[in-house]
């Protein structure tokens, strides 16, 4: 469906959205600030807005009269655009006014990554796991061949050849032929390399069961886990699941779980807290896709190179020991039930590569996922999480670093943080004058609690609106009675008690700032110490790849605001979401892209940050809003903060 | 050690022996009678011959006074031979010695098969399996390359290329790296097909462990298990052990274990009863060989279509029902773990292949042990056994049948059956004067059973002596007190109770006679089809293999007078005992007859003789002693019955 525009007054911002977008989130992303304070759930009603042309879908509620109504006035919460219009936000003051104008930006952006659409579009779309339907005559005492030889000959038919049969679909075959009367089905697992591997028949059915082939694509991560449930007859992604990884008991960071590792059983509990882990997510994603787990056929797995040799109870202290030696780049495919996984013993689990001990699957795969190695642009690949993870480079070189960030861009480690799940605010817009705050929740329910783009969002705002310094530190001269001490010191109040789920404030403390604040700078100063590594700054860089569980919600500008993402034109950021779960996704529906795989990590580098000298002076850099060197690195970024700035002082 | 001469007087028979030879075995083995009535253990005393020229070793006792001893008096059955001698058998009456004359024969016989000597000769010893010791330097941060990388480096320098690791191997091999301080072995499994297969790394340990690199191979027969510990270094076996298959208390021949198999939970129970009796043999098999089962690297197993499936638990039934059809040819290797075998995890089975539901992996192996697909020769191959097997052709071509022949020949379905144990008696003669018998046992231990060598040649030897008739029936009139009416109808004493270990005297009932009869009657009549089906007859034969857990120890000339084998000259006859055994060998030798398998798998055309009209009146024909066409195809065995007899009634 194409775009639709929505022009808001009185700032004179237009933009482009989806229609179906709710006019509320339409706002805060072009940075248009509404009063919001439930969330999106439409129960505060203080996000009224008249809508002077066109119309929208929704927005009334018994607190909105009928003459109002008849005005054109909506909530924008509830309010779905579906055609171009122009609303106006109605303003206390024209000074308000001002401010609000010069928080507003009109950016806008849009993911984009490979799918099945444009696989099939490419001829690429070639499962891993393909089901072919295959019949023959019943034996006679003429033609007694054995039932092996009987499918072999049905496949040769169909134009198959070069198989090895897995020993469970012989043990199954007899019945298989003559509960279906001699017509069969068989899961054929296709090799990448067909010169030197055969076709594996890994299951034999009765009867035609090709319209279903299942598979699941699992991204394990450190902080979360999460999981797709893949159609391989039409590539079509049926649905997904996610949450935390309970390895997170054991240690906050890959360092700490391979430390637990070492001790008496250590590794042995972490394999199993994964698999449950996992378990847990596909039981769910079951339920949810209404699948039956035993008729999964296949797996694929991205993770990093810590979290991959965990799950498979690999040992994994030379990682953590100089010179960092991971156990493998590749591993053969395993049976997912080997591992524990509540899945069919002839399920295969393909494992995603890594390249070195801190960039593993979840990089290549993400990579991968936006063709970076086939591409003769300059990009910057940014895997955002607990173990952030740098790539740069084109179709002829990638060079590669990892950062330990923390899980602060997970919800760890905040006091209100949480995963993107409902309830959790992901998007953040304060206005200047007031201090209020406008939120959206996932799932637009009353707010229980922060997750990482609402971070970004709510310490950008704060930064924006001068309720924070560049060292993160409160001004308790602010206005704004959300600003005060608390507990744990100097806070922010993001979410009243009476507006959220919980039964006490939701707020933001310095201590959460800090976090965050360490989190970006190890992801800057990571990716600028590649660059530098490589003789390249960022202005040479055509575009910058954002990977990562949370980065599809992120606000791009508000990221470069706080100095997570490089000043660069919006237009050059491209979001893939969860690098891992895309990568597992397109091994699972391409083995030409499987074949791929291989040419990534023999063409990727590995960059050592803790041997790079410069990595300390960038991330001491880093630690500053949005940088310590903010006149060379973020001009623009000053320069909008500072006419807020001014904006502000003049209401005041 | 070229072999000696021993001059038997006064029968003027003439034979040649290995060195070490008891004089009481040879002398047996010559159709030279003595009476022995202990089975060779020395304390009957009764076996005194006289040494008139050379020396033998051992054979006095205190049944031998001195001045006997000086005249060269010594006990046959503990003297060895080992220079050319001639003795003297003292015989009570010169008719006694004509009819004890007319016995002999002077045949001797020994048997052939492939070993890993011949494989080394003729380049052809490569075992599936071998280690390679390899070392590298240790990483650093310049060369952090994976664990995996590193070895795959190594190999290559040792010009190995084309490698698969098995899980197991990358898991164990940052331990191994760094335990063996950056020297390792590698376990290597190697594919038959190089081109369309990879090696695989199976086990890497730590250091150099390339000295000690064990196989078993496993025979699963119907009614007993053998197997043996193959040291693949030196291709030397070290050892082998058997036992009766568990099964049979579900059925004794393989239709009754395909019927039980049908039941709720039988082919369960008869796979982990295979697993059982597999595991007990190889626990025997360690400790003989002082060896622990964890060292165990792969395993060979060989068995007719039937035990494969039910070890597998692969449904059976459809062997059993027209058309008789087989669930596979081949099977790929499978983790011996995976079925209950007690050896370690990464230890590969192979699984010899079947060409048709009768005709398994025992026949293949034994045909491939002789090289008869190679061989320009006409051969019959005959496995005896529960179940019969029988395989005519040369190089160019081959068919093959089977026929059930019972458990009779390994001791099953007899009053006094054994396996070839301890004490089991495996060789028979008796004086046809007197009808006392001289008895060899294995292990020269005192008499307690009777296996299946020792069947045939007691039953020969009564029929010789005329104490049975052509139909198997006792002559009560006979002179001798051991011939008499038991519990059970007529029977012949073969020990009394005081010459044996039971409590009560060993026995020979018609009962078993008629089982010896029916078995025998299977498996002339199946070879006697098969050369028919092709238009060939006995004469055209150039050479029979007898295969079959016992055939080692059959007397030829005893085999034959009874109408088990064909009368053909001694010499044409070819032992390979236990078939199975030595296929599942030399495929653990061998790589390239493990290639050739395949070859005689598609070389080898099944005859089903349940639809052969002419097999029931083979088979009818054959139920009689010879043979009821004895004067057609016995001429020599119905003279030498005749001479015996005209003795014999001489001597009365």
Same sequence: chains 1, 2.
Wanted: include cysteine.
């Amino acid at each position: 469906m194409s775009r639709v525009t929505v022009r808001f007054e009185p700032y004179e911002i237009e933009m482009q959205v989806e229609p179906g977008t709710f006019l509320l989130d339409a706002a805060l992303e072009a940075g248009v600030h509404i009063n919001a304070s439930c969330g999106g759930k439409g129960v505060c009603g203080k996000c009224r807005v008249i809508v002077e042309s066109g119309a929208v879908e929704g927005g009334l509620s018994e607190k909105i009269s009928e003459e109002d109504a008849a005005k054109g006035i909506r909530q924008a919460c509830t309010s779905k655009v579906t055609e171009d219009i122009v609303v106006r936000i109605p303003t206390e003051s024209a000074l308000d006014k001002a401010a609000l104008k010069a928080l507003a930006t009109g950016s806008s952006q849009q993911a984009q990554a490979i799918g099945s659409k444009e696989l099939k579009a490419e001829g690429r779309f070639d499962p891993a796991l393909t089901k072919l339907a295959v019949s023959a005559e019943p034996p006679t005492l003429d033609d007694a061949r054995n039932d092996v030889a009987r499918l072999l000959a049905s496949l040769k038919k169909a134009g198959e050849r070069h198989f090895v049969f897995d020993f469970e679909a012989i043990r199954d075959l007899p019945e298989a032929w003559r509960q279906g009367n001699w017509n069969l089905t068989t899961t054929i697992m296709r090799p990448v390399d067909t010169k030197t591997s055969r076709n594996h028949v890994i299951r034999v059915e009765p009867g035609d069961t090709t319209a279903r082939n299942l598979a699941v694509a699992i991204d394990l991560g450190t902080t979360t886990v999460w999981a797709e449930m893949i159609d391989l007859t039409t590539g079509q992604v049926l649905g997904s699941e996610g949450n935390f990884n309970a390895q997170i008991s054991y240690g906050e960071d890959v360092i700490s779980r391979i430390v637990y590792a070492g001790k008496p059983g250590g590794l042995k509990r972490l394999q199993e807290t994964a698999t449950g882990s996992i378990n847990d997510v596909l039981k769910a994603l079951a339920s949810k896709t209404k699948v039956d787990l035993s008729e999964v056929n296949l797996a694929t797995l991205a993770g990093n190179t810590t979290m991959t040799q965990l799950f498979l109870g690999v040992e994994p202290k030379y990682i953590r020991l100089d010179p960092y030696v991971p156990a493998a780049a590749y591993y053969p495919p395993v049976r997912a039930s080997r591992f524990g996984l509540a899945l069919p013993d002839h399920a295969s689990l393909l494992v995603f590569p890594s390249v070195a001990s801190y960039v593993g699957g979840d990089v290549i795969s993400g990579v991968m996922g936006v063709g970076m190695h086939k591409d003769p642009r300059l990009s910057l690949f940014i895997d955002l999480g607990t173990n952030g993870e740098v790539v740069v480079g084109n179709q002829d070189w990638m060079v590669c670093a990892a950062a330990s960030a923390g899980p602060a861009f997970e919800g760890g480690g905040i006091k209100f943080g949480m995963r993107a799940s409902k309830g959790a605010v992901e998007n953040v817009m304060i206005n200047p004058a007031t201090g209020e705050p406008a939120l959206v929740t996932v799932g637009k329910a009353l707010p229980k609690g922060i997750c990482g783009s609402g971070l970004i969002a709510l310490v950008a705002s704060l930064l924006l609106t001068g309720i924070i310094d560049e060292r993160g530190r409160y001004d308790l001269d602010h206005v704004s009675d959300r600003v005060r001490v608390g507990e744990d010191g100097p806070e922010y109040v993001l979410a009243w008690s009476k507006d959220n789920q919980l039964d006490r404030d939701i707020t933001l403390t310095e201590m959460d700032i800090d976090n965050l604040m360490r989190a970006k700078g190890a992801m800057y100063s990571a990716y600028m110490t590649l660059l530098e590594g490589v003789g390249l700054s960022i202005g040479d860089l055509d575009r910058v790849i954002l990977a990562g569980g949370f980065g599809q919600s992120i606000n791009i500008e508000r990221a470069i605001l706080i100095g997570l993402l490089p000043e660069l034109p919006v237009d050059r950021f491209t979001f893939v979401g969860n690098g891992s779960m895309l990568g597992a996704r397109l091994v699972a529906l391409s083995n030409p892209l499987r074949a791929e795989v291989g040419d990534i990590v023999d063409k990727m580098t590995n960059f050592e940050l803790s041997v790079a000298p410069s990595y300390m002076d960038n991330y001491t850099g880093s630690l500053f809003f949005p940088h310590t060197e903010a006149k060379r690195l973020f001009p623009e970024t000053l320069e909008r903060m500072r006419k807020v700035k001014e904006a502000v002082s003049q209401t005041s």
